[in-house]
């Protein structure tokens, strides 16, 4: 009985000891992100560097950029005015790359009566309030997977919250979501309550996130063939129906050929992207790499010269990722969290364009993997940090390489974390430890 006692209170130990580490390492990893490499660029470079304090001051000013609303706010409005033309041409700001059903809520809002200015004010209120329900749901998250220590009490100490808090909120591609005024931070609010369904073993309520998360962005409609290959059928059942009824809304409101025109829109952005800096994918490395077309100024229009080899490794690219995802020998974990998560990283990475914010979907994964392994002990927590730090920080010294050859390809810092983060999920993947909530899906 002693031993027992003892063995629960040393286990006990181990997670606040961890989470005064995390804690720290969140305090540090802020600090140097936001500080840090600011002296580095005064010092080495003599020059000044972007910062990530413009963006934390928007959000608590109230302050945000239209960077989705302008195409999609838009976009509803050249319909309004001309029912009869096609929308994807339309010549906006910059062009909708999104699917229609994306725009159904500003439709209807402007069909409520509400003025550009205000639907744009409710945009912003929403997307603040987006945020807050981000960090909130790490913190859910984190106390669902923490192991308790003792029935009734809380897993989770005051430096676990805070620091879980903390690091959500300064995970940079959420707090850019909301400063540019993307239709992202919706994605990733999402998000996290697919993998809070998930760990609690709600496959419906999942499928329908799935689901949403698709008539944003079509590219997660990978996760429902995942969950047809993972015979989660009540999961594919409702992600099926919810599409079904996105798809009939935008069909009747729309029309057939502005909904088909959209298999133009995807076409299109599967040949060409922006080569940018912010484009964190394969075929933005690469066209950087060669110095084909911007990089470091942006303008919407404005794309690199189509170069056929970059196409084709783009391609295969996708198609070995994705085959890695779906075909990984998960065993015993096959359908569960892990599985899941590697997926969703393909999902994001896996894409011609695959901008800053859109990692954004990515830190519920660390969350559950900190507080899910590597807070007990299992598996190296550097490794973990290697690849959370170019995901979460804005690492903008690197842009100073981006006129020097071979050297330009560390712009990409948020890809090969994502890359980092695949492979440790691949590898929990091979483990037969599994956990789960309340009985439901296996965490790992």
Do not use: C
């Not at 509400?114 to 409710?122: E, G, P, Q, T, Y």
């Not at 897993?155 to 940079?172: C, D, E, H, P």
């Amino acid at each position: 009985m002693g031993m027992a006692a003892d063995g629960a209170a040393n286990g006990g130990a181990v997670p606040h000891r961890s989470d005064r580490r995390l804690l720290l390492f969140v305090l540090l990893n802020i600090l140097a992100a936001n500080a840090g490499f600011k002296l580095v660029a005064h010092f080495v470079f003599h020059t000044g560097v972007e910062e990530m304090r413009v963006r934390y001051r928007d959000f608590f000013h109230f302050h945000q950029f239209t960077d989705s609303w302008t195409p999609m706010l838009g976009s509803v409005n050249y319909f309004l005015a001309h029912p009869g033309l096609p929308i994807y041409q339309a010549k906006l700001y910059d062009t909708l790359i999104y699917p229609l059903t994306s725009i159904l809520p500003l439709l209807w809002m402007k069909q409520g009566g509400m003025s550009d200015a205000a639907v744009l004010r409710a945009l912003m209120v929403a997307s603040w309030l987006a945020v807050v329900g981000v960090v909130a749901l790490q913190i859910l998250l984190a106390a669902k997977i923490a192991p308790g220590t003792a029935p009734g009490r809380s897993a989770l100490s005051w430096r676990a919250v805070l620091a879980t808090a903390l690091g959500a909120f300064f995970f940079m591609p959420i707090t850019l979501a909301f400063s540019l005024g993307q239709a992202q931070i919706f994605l990733d609010l999402v998000f996290s309550l697919l993998a809070l369904f998930w760990i609690e073993g709600r496959d419906r309520p999942a499928g329908a996130m799935m689901a949403l998360l698709a008539m944003v962005k079509p590219q997660f409609g990978l996760l429902l063939l995942w969950a047809a290959l993972r015979r989660r059928w009540s999961t594919l059942a409702v992600g099926v129906a919810t599409l079904a009824i996105g798809g009939a809304a935008s069909l009747a409101v729309f029309g057939v050929r502005n909904n088909l025109d959209y298999l133009g829109v995807l076409a299109g952005l599967s040949r060409k992207a922006q080569s940018h800096y912010a484009n964190q994918s394969i075929f933005g490395l690469l066209n950087r790499a060669i110095f084909n077309g911007e990089n470091l100024p942006y303008h919407p229009y404005v794309y690199p010269p189509f170069v056929p080899w970059i196409y084709a490794v783009t391609l295969a690219t996708t198609v070995a990722l994705v085959l890695l995802a779906l075909a990984y020998p998960w065993r015993a974990r096959s359908g569960g969290m892990a599985d899941l998560a590697a997926i969703t990283v393909v999902s994001v990475i896996a894409t011609p364009m695959a901008w800053e914010h859109h990692y954004g979907v990515l830190l519920p994964l660390f969350v559950w993997l900190w507080f899910g392994e590597y807070r007990g002990g299992a598996g190296s927590a550097w490794k973990l940090a290697l690849a959370f730090i170019p995901i979460a920080d804005f690492l903008s010294p690197f842009n100073f390489l981006a006129a020097v050859p071979v050297a330009n390809v560390l712009q990409s810092y948020m890809y090969f974390g994502a890359l980092l983060l695949l492979g440790l999920l691949l590898r929990q993947g091979g483990e037969g430890n599994d956990a789960s909530v309340g009985g439901g899906a296996p965490l790992l």
